[in-house]
């Protein structure tokens, strides 16, 4: 199974059906664990993506990237479901929660309180910590703690 690019990012499905991975190039491959062929390619990003996700139920993926942005996908298709959730600063990190109906994300704040999580949890490193929460419904932030 060739990606064509660096792969910077990878997971298994829960189910260990599928593997999705993120290039430097902002591509995002899922293959066929038992095939070992490709189930669909896509153009997700304009710059790395440094994270994805399956959701529990195996259909959709969620990418982060150094381009600030995070975005859910189908995973059969490749078509975009929600976003990109710009960020401030690129994207390290991306989960589904158990359900699938939210992502938390986590970003490099280049602060003196460290990285800063976006997402369902605040960081523990932070004293003034910054969280948003998403709906996988509309993409809209439902709830912000900090400033």
């Known amino acids: 199974m060739d990606a064509g690019s660096a792969v910077r990012s990878i997971t298994v499905s829960r189910d260990g059906k599928v593997i999705v991975s993120g290039t430097d190039s902002g591509q995002v491959t899922v293959w066929n664990v038992e095939r070992h062929s490709k189930v669909t390619e896509f153009k997700a990003h304009r710059n790395w993506v440094r994270a994805v996700d399956v959701s529990s139920d195996a259909t959709k993926i969620v990418t982060g990237s150094d381009d600030r942005t995070a975005c859910v996908w189908s995973l ?30 986590a970003t490099r704040n280049p602060s003196p309180f460290g990285s800063t999580i976006v997402g369902m ?13 998403w709906t996988m419904d509309d993409g809209e932030p439902v709830h912000r703690l900090g400033k």
Do not use: E
């Open 76 to 105: 059969s298709t490749g078509a975009g479901l929600v976003g990109p959730l710009k960020h401030i600063h690129r994207v390290l990190a991306a989960k589904f929660s158990p359900d699938g109906q939210l992502i938390a994300t």
């Open 121 to 133: 949890a605040a960081s523990s490193s932070s004293s003034q910590p910054k969280s948003t929460r």
